[in-house]
């Protein structure tokens, strides 16, 4: 039987909104949205969040030179505002593409970057990369092929100023990247049943509880309980909590792992450094 080949995933940021270092949030970690999938030997960034900082660290230890995508799901603060601090992008002999479809006909995505980093926002703005960095506008719904083996299907996603979900197929297997995203209560959103069925794994915005949920139905965020549904609905085989709310501490955290796992078996919360591969059972992942 031929070996698989590497499709995995690491997390360097599972929250949202906002990044809360400190003693409560330190195991499941504080940093925001940015995940590294690794297919064979290629790498691929999703969000750009305060997560991007440490992996860019990390990147650095290897040897170079990059040639990477980033893709974002949107452009709300917390989901790119790690871009300016990664260190590959002052590298001249880097290359990286940054790709976002959830922007109107009249944006395009270096001008949200070029306004992330205008003053009196930021003192530099992004000529200070010295990496080749190409802007890709998509339309949420295409299909991207960022290398031979690799397709991306994409799709809308149900948020305020939009967002863009990512199922990734690699080597016969599928992870599905799904933040951050609404839902109506008691409805199921078939469009994206459809879009994630019969993936391997599927990370989903848990942002609240469904008991918090009616207090912020509108907020454009939904609850690992609905990531439990829909990972039925779809045949998911792994469901991925992610996304936490800053305050949900560790001790909160660790109650949703337990009551999460109880309701569907194999179903776990992001955590920082944690790294997961699509199809493969947990008992046989390094980390
Ligand atoms: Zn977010
Ligand atoms: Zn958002």
Redesign the pocket.
């Known amino acids: 039987m031929a070996e698989a080949m590497t499709f995995s995933v690491r997390f360097w940021g599972v929250r949202?909104?906002i990044a809360c270092p400190g003693g409560e949030t330190v195991r499941y970690g504080g940093n925001t949205s940015c995940i590294e999938v690794s297919c064979g030997t290629r790498r691929l960034i999703f969000d750009a969040g305060t997560g991007l900082r440490p992996l860019g660290e990390n990147m650095d230890a290897d040897t170079g030179p990059f040639d990477g995508d980033i893709f974002l799901?949107?452009t709300?603060f917390?989901?790119i505002c790690g871009l300016p601090f990664f260190r590959p992008f002052f590298a001249a002999e880097n290359g990286f593409r940054i790709w976002a479809g959830h922007l109107l006909p009249d944006q395009t995505l270096k001008t949200v970057i070029c306004q992330m980093m205008m003053a009196p926002l930021f003192p530099v703005p992004p000529e200070v990369f010295a990496a080749a960095i190409e802007y890709r506008d998509f339309t949420a719904g295409e299909t991207l092929q960022p290398a031979p083996d690799i397709l991306i299907r994409t799709m809308p996603l149900d948020?305020?100023?939009r967002?863009t979900g990512y199922r990734i197929e690699f080597d016969g297997r599928s992870l599905c990247y799904i933040?951050?995203t609404g839902h109506v209560a008691g409805q199921r959103d078939k469009a994206l049943v459809d879009f994630v069925s019969g993936a391997q794994m599927m990370i989903y915005d848990s942002t609240f509880t469904d008991e918090e949920f009616p207090q912020f139905s509108h907020f454009?965020?939904s609850t690992w309980q609905e990531g439990v549904r829909v990972a039925e609905a779809a045949n998911v085989e792994r469901l991925v909590i992610f996304h936490h709310d800053p305050s949900h501490d560790d001790a909160f955290m660790d109650t949703v792992a337990a009551e999460a796992a109880a309701v569907r078996a194999g179903t776990i919360v992001a955590r920082e450094g944690m790294e997961l591969s699509p199809g493969v059972p947990l008992h046989l992942e390094a980390g």
Request: glycine share 14%; hydrophobic share 5%.
């Open positions: 949202g909104s799901t949107h709300h917390d989901h948020h305020p100023d967002a933040t951050d454009g965020h």
